[in-house]
């Protein structure tokens, strides 16, 4: 079997195990999401095996398995409405696609420079910041303690941040600069949450906005770890920073 049928397969199957999970009790459902989550590690890492090496089953393979779950989890919160859930289900199977052959990038470039490794850093960022939208709204929806969001958001984005970071250089293992910064990043993102906990902020906008800050943070580290962050790029980004908390304070409830 082809690679590419091998993603269309894997992907097709996942989302009709994402459908199934919809249809189980709802007492029963976050161990369901659980059971998807681990069942997209494996066919990931069936779909992969090609050019999977050992160290991918922690660098790689991890991605669709965060993805699979801010859906999941997200299509909680989706209206009731057939042709919602339907489309959202459909752009599952695609995004779900199109991750696999970002990781079969990932996998086939390591050690040299491919063409398509710069789409593949570009498409992999914007899963990166989808799914942390995804799961960060979701953490505020449940409403829980600001320290009980803050591990959470910890939790979720250390995998995401290391994982855009570690792709950067496709080495072999995850090295000490690559653990220190997304460290630093995670905490930085994680204490955002705990902060925005305490404003009543709806959880879209607060969801957004760490997204914004993820986004600032992981172009300037990765700029750094290509040796690339020039001048131009750093003034770029501290006007994106500008425009968000410029945002941030437009809408803060001032009565």
């Known amino acids: 079997m082809r690679r590419r049928e091998k993603f269309v397969l894997a992907a097709a199957f996942l989302s009709i195990g994402l459908l199934a999970v919809q249809y189980t009790i709802l007492e029963w459902r976050y161990y369901a999401i659980v059971g998807l989550m681990i069942i997209t590690y494996f066919v990931s890492a069936w779909a992969l095996r090609d050019d999977l090496q050992r160290h991918e089953w922690l660098t790689v393979l991890p991605f669709p398995v965060i993805y699979t779950a801010a859906v999941a989890l997200f ?21 779900m696609y199109g991750l696999y052959l970002t990781s079969n990038i990932f996998s086939v470039a390591k050690g040299r420079t491919i063409q398509l490794l710069y789409a593949a850093h570009a498409v992999a960022l914007f899963f990166t910041l989808f799914t942390s939208m995804l799961l960060t709204n979701t953490i505020f929806s449940l409403r829980l303690p600001f320290y009980s969001n803050g591990a959470l958001g910890f939790l979720i984005h250390f995998p995401l941040v290391m994982m855009s970071l570690w792709s950067i250089k496709l080495e072999s293992f995850v090295g000490k600069e690559i653990f220190h ?21 709806p ?23 290509r040796e690339r962050l020039f001048h131009n790029t750093s003034n770029e980004y501290s006007l994106v920073a500008v425009f968000l908390a410029f945002i941030f304070f437009l809408l803060l409830p001032w009565k």
């Open 203 to 225: 959880a879209w906008h607060s969801a957004l906005f760490v997204m914004g800050i993820l986004y600032i943070g992981l172009g300037v580290l990765q700029s750094q770890i």
């Open 75 to 95: 299509y909680f919160l989706l209206p009731g409405a057939f042709l919602t859930r339907v489309i959202f289900l459909a752009l599952f199977g695609v995004g």
């Open 181 to 201: 910064k997304a460290t630093l990043l995670t905490l930085v993102i994680a204490e955002l949450i705990s902060m925005l906990s305490l404003l009543p902020f």
